[in-house]
């Protein structure tokens, strides 16, 4: 037995490839500007990587939507189905959420549209209105070509979902023709949006400065709203001045644009997902990839020997064994205190780490999640010099965000170091955009059909 000998210099220095300079993020901040000029132009949208699909909302909720609505949301870590009532002074929402089996997450879409008609059945006989004919928004969080507020072509899937037969068809339709195998429901699907549209929607129905959602979940996206002038592909001729734009840039450095800041970590997290090569950026950010990349930076360390005494465990070896939320607890312990980190690493079987071995872990853990708030920041900065208000609210959703103890910090103080001066902007915390976003897009659709009628 040796003296314990202190890694943490090395480590720091092993872990400066995650640092990036202000340099290095205007940088990044060039090139996605470009490429989300490049999504919202006429001749270049075809070949664009961050596609800037255009959501078909122009009007944002004014405060006065009322009904009760029901809503689906597909995409996060869970599948939800929700009842909401809109009402004069409360919003009151019950929800039920439902497992999507891996199986049926890379089976067939039928088996998928099956299986979510399934749910909302139930659902509906559980709160008593099974007979009703209900208002229907869904939220459907991957990239959605759309033709319109209830027709979007599924162009990838994303976050490891796979099903077949879906890529190159309308959702909207293949939720109804699940439906319509049953035969016993009858609804009027009224809208599909994102979830990143959905938790703008619901911010802007409090706060009308609201004009940017974000979400820092199991994926990232960011939507905002733009001129409908500037939005070349949109042939709904002239209409109303502006259109909720989904940006759709976890796409960004599906081309490479990354590259010159990509780590052999990401480059391992990339080549065993199940979509190499696409999503590059949301996987330097997002809750699927965060506890992986930790972890892959913690065994290349415990193979040079600078973590654990070179011993790992069986676990820790195993990819996806070190989750995400793994990080914000780790990073919740305060500083000197390691109560957190040593639970989670008890945990993965390497209780024999030393102090010295859990401030490591912990660099690590600030390394990759500030880089992370970083990346986001960046984005940000890009829309809102883009957008040029005097004053944006960006709303926010999504466990990374929610759950991380530094990343809001990390991200205000970025943000206000990109941004032109004399743009001032508010980070806020959405309460569910996905589910309360679903329920306005079809409270909206309905007043407009009224209004026409
Ligand atoms: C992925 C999806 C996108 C979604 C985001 C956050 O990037 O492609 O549509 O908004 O995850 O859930």
Not at 60 to 73: I, M, S, T, Y
Not at 135 to 151: E, H, I, R
Not at 177 to 205: E, K, Q, Y
Not at 359 to 388: F, T, Y
Request: proline share 2%.
């Amino acid at each position: 037995m040796g003296m314990a000998i202190n890694n943490l210099p090395q480590i720091r220095e092993e872990c400066e490839i995650f640092q990036w300079s202000d340099k290095q993020l205007r940088e990044v901040m060039v090139r996605l500007h470009s490429a989300i000029e490049k999504g919202l132009g006429r001749d270049t949208h075809e070949s664009s990587i961050v596609k800037c699909w255009l959501s078909y909302i122009q009007d944002l909720p004014n405060g006065k939507e009322r009904g009760k609505f029901l809503a689906l949301d597909l995409g996060g870590t869970n599948f939800r189905v929700l009842i909401i009532n809109l009402g004069d002074n409360h919003f009151d929402m019950q929800s039920k959420i439902y497992a999507i089996p891996q199986h049926i997450m890379t089976g067939t879409g039928i088996a998928l549209f099956d299986h979510i008609a399934e749910c909302l059945a139930n659902f509906m006989k559980e709160h008593g209105v099974y007979e009703e004919r209900l208002a229907l928004g869904f939220t459907f969080s991957f990239p959605l070509k759309q033709l319109g507020l209830t027709k979007g072509i599924l162009q990838r899937w994303t976050k490891g979902f796979s099903c077949s037969g879906v890529v190159g068809t309308d959702v909207v339709q293949g939720l109804k023709d699940a439906i319509a195998r049953r035969g016993d429901l009858s609804l009027s699907v009224m809208g599909i949006l994102n979830d990143a549209t959905g938790t703008l929607l619901s911010c802007a129905h409090k706060e009308r400065h609201c004009k940017i959602g974000l979400i820092i979940g199991t994926g990232s996206n960011a939507c905002y709203v733009e001129k409908t002038e500037a939005c070349e592909t949109f042939e709904g001729g002239l209409s109303k001045q502006d259109m909720v734009v989904n940006t759709e840039w976890g796409a960004f450095g599906d081309d490479g644009a990354l590259d010159f800041v990509r780590t052999e970590f990401d480059r391992e997290i990339d080549q065993h997902s199940v979509n190499p090569g696409k999503q590059i950026q949301e996987k330097m950010i997002s809750g699927m990839y965060l506890g992986e990349l930790v972890r892959l930076a913690l065994v290349k360390f415990t193979r040079m020997g600078l973590l654990f005494g070179g011993r790992g465990s069986d676990l820790f070896f195993q990819r996806g064994s070190f989750y995400t939320k793994y990080v914000s607890e780790i990073e919740s312990d305060k500083p000197g205190d390691f109560t957190s980190c040593m639970e989670v690493l008890e945990e993965l079987g390497l209780s024999h780490a030393t102090e010295a071995d859990m401030a490591g872990v912990r660099h690590v853990c600030e390394c990759v999640s500030r880089r992370a708030a970083h990346l986001v920041s960046a984005g940000l900065a890009v829309l809102l010099n883009k957008m040029g208000e005097p004053r944006v609210t960006v709303g926010i959703d999504g466990s990374v965000y929610r759950f991380h103890p530094h990343f809001h910090a990390l991200m205000c103080e970025k943000i206000a170091q990109l941004i032109r001066p004399g743009l001032q902007f508010d980070l806020m915390l959405s309460e569910d955009g996905s589910g309360r976003g679903a329920a306005l897009v079809a409270a909206v659709a309905c007043r407009e059909i009224q209004k026409a009628t």
